[in-house]
């Protein structure tokens, strides 16, 4: 490990003045659980010799970094790169801590994986890792969301995951956080529960971004093999946070290597019609941390809105901003057209369909790219866009030609 990820965070969870972990009474000694339970099995030789052959042999890692030679030469400046998360199996970089969290599950001897989901991306990365190690698997979800996802909700089923309805409130993700956790009180002697991105209470921001490290480690060793220098910027979309903090922590001890977090901008800056947490968010809690957070006038999380559902949520990881602050990161927004525009690009001029998440990385690299005639940008296509074909065509058509 580098040494910036061996001295961050500290010991109780915190980046600078964020993260930390902020629980009810009843989840504390199993928070410790955890945060002992990974201290000690994620050093051991079994557990990383476990984790290995399974992102080898079922994952499908190392996956590759391709040039994207069309869209670079049309735009005329900077040469623009992807780390293809895109290619993991279940299409997308979530599948690299949900397998690591039910691998450390498995280690601690629990037989059950649960989770809240918003769109349901994380729910079947989980369900996906549940069926591999023979564990069971729960999953809170709005019914609001049930209704909109019905193919993630089909396939967390076929998985074998038990998909529980949440009925109450906004029946959206806040309250499947809420559910899942007052489910998991009860039943956490057997369950391990499994944050889906850098955010919670310590230890999952830390430990999430130890798990997606491998996209940051295998980039840094390709890119140089491929090009034989280490790219000039470096960028990811950043919801939670746990793609870009993957990418990003390959590269945070080379200084010259200038790192980018896109957000998503939505409609526009009014608060409820994006998602920027760090472009515009104030310091505050949320889900047990410190981080910041887009609040209302009550001090409440806000409403968001991007057209990437996967960016969705009103704070952000600790870590980001921590980054933020020191300004080691550089955090930026694309908005929902430059997304779609960038979408639209990919898949037209790349042949790579892209999630609509990473198409945020996408239209960022497209927009810096004429401003760096002779540099190179390395881009993380954090997953790939089945999902959003549907949505894109009904509400855009194919795009222009
Ligand atoms: C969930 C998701 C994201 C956002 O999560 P982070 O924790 O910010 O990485 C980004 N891209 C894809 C494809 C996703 O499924």
Redesign the pocket.
């Known amino acids: 490990m580098t040494s910036y990820l061996k001295n961050t965070p500290d010991r109780d969870g915190f980046f600078g003045d964020y993260g930390g972990a902020e629980l009810p009474p009843p989840l504390v000694p199993h928070f410790k659980e955890i945060r002992e339970a990974y201290d000690r099995i994620s050093r051991s030789a079994e557990f990383i010799r476990d984790l290995r052959y399974v992102r080898k042999h079922f994952q499908g890692r190392p996956t590759p970094i391709s040039y994207l030679k069309n869209i670079s030469d049309s735009l005329g400046g900077a040469q623009i790169y992807a780390k293809r998360?895109?290619l993991n199996h279940t299409?997308?970089?979530?599948l690299n801590h949900c397998m690591a969290e039910a691998l450390l599950a498995k280690h601690m001897g629990k037989t059950k994986l649960m989770a809240e989901t918003g769109?349901g991306?994380?729910g079947v990365a989980l369900a996906t890792a549940a069926a591999y190690f023979g564990m069971e698997c729960e999953i809170h979800m709005g019914e609001i969301d049930i209704e909109k996802e019905a193919p993630n909700v089909t396939r967390m089923k076929l998985l074998g995951a038990t998909v529980v309805p949440v009925g109450f409130g906004g029946r959206s993700l806040k309250e499947a956080v809420d559910s899942a956790f007052q489910s998991y009180v009860p039943q956490a002697d057997k369950a391990l529960f499994a944050i889906?991105?850098?955010?919670g209470p310590h230890p999952f921001p830390m430990m999430v971004r130890d798990f997606q490290h491998v996209v940051g480690v295998e980039a840094r060793e390709q890119f140089l093999d491929m090009v034989g220098v280490l790219p000039d910027i470096v960028t990811?979309?950043?919801?939670?946070?746990?793609?870009?903090m993957?990418l990003f922590s390959g590269f945070i001890d080379d200084e010259g290597v200038a790192l980018y977090g896109v957000e998503p901008l939505g409609t526009s800056s009014k608060l409820g019609e994006h998602a920027a947490t760090i472009t515009y968010g104030v310091d505050g809690d949320i889900h047990g941390f410190r981080t910041l957070v887009l609040q209302d006038e009550a001090g409440e999380p806000a409403p968001v809105h991007t057209i990437?559902s996967?960016?969705d949520y009103p704070g952000v990881?600790p870590e980001h901003a921590y980054l933020k602050k020191t300004g080691r990161v550089n955090y930026t927004a694309a908005d929902d057209k430059e997304a779609l525009a960038a979408f639209f690009a990919l898949s037209r001029q790349e042949g790579i369909i892209p999630?609509l998440?990473?198409a945020h990385a996408v239209a960022f690299a497209m927009r810096e790219a004429p401003k760096h005639p002779g540099k190179a940008i390395l881009l993380n296509l954090?997953?790939?866009g089945d999902k959003d074909i549907d949505f894109v065509v009904e509400n855009f058509g194919v795009g222009e030609a």
């Open positions: 998360e895109d299409g997308a970089h979530k769109a991306q994380h889906g991105s850098v955010v990811a979309c950043v919801g939670g946070g746990s793609n870009a993957g990437a996967g960016l990881g999630a998440e990473s954090s997953g790939r």
